[in-house]
């Protein structure tokens, strides 16, 4: 069947966009995960509704991905299809107060380019190393900074082919999650409005932001970022280093020593390991403190 599909796609894609038996641990920053049946990247919105379109047809399973940097893919991989935003489908463009950007681009780059135009909102995005699309579905925010506060409206492809633009109330961003998390869709464009300001305003407060992350996270290890969602009131980090988990290992995961909000993976964690590890921290979180920790992490 995977064959039948990889020809139907390549009537429209180029071969070296469609693979198959892809390792996710390529794709996933935690960099652990078995091979997808077939892993498809798409370049603009036509090869996306052509390529959703066919895998439909085909009864396929699809997963959209951005840049993995807040999934857990199983370690015996993916029996479908992932489909992902590739480079062309990153265009970022101003116009007056506002930035145009296509989903597939790093939200990295985005801020950079909106320092760089002197447009001041998005300088809490200059550290989280997901794409534009993906951080609309989790509503990504940093340092009291948020999607949220800085979207207009997005485009985005529904199940039946058809585009359309949702306003920001729309969209229902809440603290990480979007209409997203209810429908399926896939984002392909956001409009951002933001607002005038020094370059170099912005280019400060983008640095502090990152010497902050650099000082508190373990950048330095694989990672989904925060593992958990912040429980109302409370800091996940500050509950598990309470419940005694900092430093504790399952393999080569770990409850990280310098963040315990952050599970990383050493060098050769398997996903299962994470997951192990993740499952203890919720159950003896909530046996200490009466509080069950909500994942972050999304599984694959
Ligand atoms: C070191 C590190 C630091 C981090 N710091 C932060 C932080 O400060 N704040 C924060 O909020 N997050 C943080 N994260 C988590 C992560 O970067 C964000 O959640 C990010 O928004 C995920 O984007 P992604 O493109 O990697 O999405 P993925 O992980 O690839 O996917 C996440 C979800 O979005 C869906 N998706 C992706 N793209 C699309 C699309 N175009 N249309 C529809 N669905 C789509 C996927 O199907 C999946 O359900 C951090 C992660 C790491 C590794």
């Known amino acids: 069947m995977r064959d039948r599909l990889k020809k139907g796609l390549s009537a429209f894609l180029p071969e070296n966009r469609i693979f198959m038996d892809e390792p996710l641990s390529r794709h996933s920053t935690f960099k652990t ?6 892993f498809v990247r798409v ?11 066919l895998l439909q047809e085909e009864g396929e399973r699809v997963f959209l991905l951005g840049r993995g940097s807040n999934i857990l893919a199983d370690d015996a991989g993916f029996d479908g299809t992932i489909v992902q935003l590739a480079e062309g489908f990153d265009r970022i463009r101003t116009e007056g107060e506002r930035l145009i950007v296509q989903a597939g681009a790093s939200m990295i780059r985005t801020a950079v380019v909106a ?5 001041s909102g998005l300088e809490f995005a200059s550290g989280i190393p997901g794409s534009v699309g993906g951080g609309v579905v989790m509503n990504a925010g940093a340092y009291g900074g948020e999607m949220r506060q800085v ?4 485009d985005l492809l529904l199940e039946d082919g058809s585009l359309r633009t949702f306003t920001c109330a729309e969209l229902e961003l809440g603290y990480r999650t979007s209409v997203l998390k209810r429908i399926r869709a896939c984002v ?3 409009r951002f ?7 170099d305003v912005i280019s400060q407060t983008m640095e502090e932001l990152n010497r902050r992350r650099i000082l508190k996270q373990p950048l330095e290890y694989a990672s989904a970022g925060s593992t958990f969602k912040r429980p109302e009131g409370h800091f996940a980090g500050q509950l598990i280093e309470e419940a005694g988990l900092k430093g504790l290992k399952i393999g080569d995961a770990q409850v990280s020593e310098k963040h315990c909000g952050f599970v990383i993976n050493r060098g050769n964690a398997t996903s299962a390991e994470i997951k192990g590890l993740i499952d203890i921290i919720q159950k003896r979180v909530y046996e200490h403190s009466g509080i ?3 994942r972050e992490v999304i599984y694959l």
């Open 33 to 38: 995960g078995g091979p997808a049946s077939l």
């Open 43 to 53: 370049t603009d919105v036509d090869e996306l509704r052509r390529t959703i379109r």
């Open 115 to 119: 320092r760089d135009s002197g447009l």
């Open 151 to 154: 979207i207009e409206e997005a």
């Open 188 to 190: 392909v464009e956001v």
């Open 193 to 199: 409005r933001l607002t005038q300001a020094p370059k």
């Open 292 to 294: 069950m920790l909500e």
